[in-house]
């Protein structure tokens, strides 16, 4: 089965930079769309970016001009470079979208475990 693997969280300073990782386990043709959510402590899981099946990518207000997503189709992979982070970017990180299998069946992931980021200030 199709399965998410969020990596590359940790504790970095205000201003620091990061890059996630979501590796997509399975047999699978293509990424047809992704995006990333966080959810901060104690609060409600919110969206943070996402590539379209039309390979164009949309922000959030609070992230755009800091944060980029990109994938990388031969390794099965998207990420998200987070420039000038913010005490507030702190949160766990989740990818989830959908993916086209080996048959060009379209299936939409779940959620994995997410990779935990914490800026300090």
């Known amino acids: 089965q199709v399965q998410l693997v969020e990596s590359g969280g940790g504790l970095v300073q205000t201003g620091g930079s990061l890059r996630l990782s979501c590796a997509v386990s399975?047999?699978?043709?293509?990424?047809?769309?992704m995006g990333w959510y966080r959810q901060p402590s104690g609060k409600q899981r919110e969206w943070v970016a996402t590539?379209?099946?039309?390979?164009?990518?949309n922000y959030a207000d609070s992230v755009k001009g800091r944060f980029t997503i990109s994938r990388d189709n031969a390794k099965n992979t998207v990420y998200l470079q987070m420039n000038s982070l913010k005490p507030e970017d702190t949160a766990v990180y989740y990818c989830?979208?959908?993916?086209?299998?080996?048959?060009?069946?379209?299936?939409?992931?779940?959620w994995g475990q997410g990779t935990q980021v914490t800026v300090s200030s």
């Open positions: 399975g047999s699978i043709f293509r990424i047809n769309t």
């Open positions: 590539f379209t099946s039309g390979e164009i990518t």
């Open positions: 989830n979208g959908a993916v086209q299998t080996a048959a060009l069946s379209l299936v939409v992931t779940a």
